[in-house]
T-cell receptor, first 112, second 114 residues
Framework: DTAVSQTPKYLVTQMGNDKSIKCEQN?????MYWYKQDSKKFLKIMFS???????INETVPNRFSPKSPDKAHLNLHINSLELGDSAVYFC???????????FGQGTRLTVV | AQTVTQSQPEMSVQEAETVTLSCTYD???????LFWYKQPPSRQMILVIR??????QNATENRFSVNFQKAAKSFSLKISDSQLGDTAMYFC???????????FGKGTRLHILP
């Protein structure tokens, strides 16, 4: 059983399109995150949710909108995709900052 | 704001040698946690070791150990008897207790040479 699963694993799309990445965790964690890993491997936090409530919203363009229908799911919707959005997006969950964060396998988004 | 700095972008060592990866952080928080994560070419993020800031004793996990210097805000990772499978990106991370924010350093790419 995969603890944190993201779909799709790869996503290639044209500029201007809207796309979504789904994330689900079966660990019973209250906290979920979205991170962006750029081509230089820098992992930057985008959002965190705790029990469906937005806790952290870093300086991310409004085109990125997370949605948490329940505490096991945190989806990321991106509007009007730009070339600079190309990156690997990781979903993660944890029982809090004191514990291990479990990561999904990442979604490689390529905007052409 | 918290920052995590890894000053070594890339390192190479021979198999079986010991290697130390450095990490410093800046925070005014009192309650926090520190982590080292490994990201092999498979892209999967794997926890290597975890340290609670209120504990003075350095964490160890088999061949992996840390040197935690709280006053200096330093958290280095030592890998003993390095193996080819240790080749990966290593990320130092800071976990802030009050809002569960986890931030990462820019990573160190470690190559273990046969």
């Amino acid at each position: 059983d995969t603890a944190v699963s993201q779909t799709p694993k790869y996503l290639v799309t044209q500029m201007g399109n809207d796309k979504s990445i789904k994330c689900e965790q079966n660990l019973g964690h209250d906290t979920m995150y979205w991170y962006k890993q750029d081509s230089k491997k820098f992992l930057k936090i985008m959002f965190s949710y705790n029990n469906k409530e937005l806790i952290i919203n870093e300086t991310v363009p409004n085109r990125f909108s997370p949605k948490s229908p329940d505490k096991a799911h945190l989806n990321l919707h991106i509007n009007s995709l730009e070339l600079g959005d190309s990156a690997v997006y990781f979903c993660a969950s944890s029982g809090g900052a004191r514990t291990e964060a479990f990561f999904g396998q990442g979604t490689r988004l390529t905007v052409v | 704001a918290q920052t995590v700095t890894q000053s070594q972008p890339e390192m190479s060592v021979q198999e079986a040698e010991t290697v130390t990866l450095s990490c410093t952080y800046d925070t005014s928080e009192n309650n926090y946690y520190l982590f080292w994560y490994k990201q092999p070419p498979s892209r999967q993020m794997i926890l290597v070791i975890r340290q609670e800031a209120y504990k003075q004793q350095n964490a160890t996990e088999n061949r992996f150990s840390v040197n935690f210097q709280k006053a200096a805000k330093s958290f280095s990772l030592k890998i003993s008897d390095s193996q080819l499978g240790d080749t990966a990106m290593y990320f130092c991370a800071f976990g802030r207790n009050r809002d569960d924010k986890i931030i990462f350093g820019k990573g160190t790419r470690l190559h273990i040479l046969p």
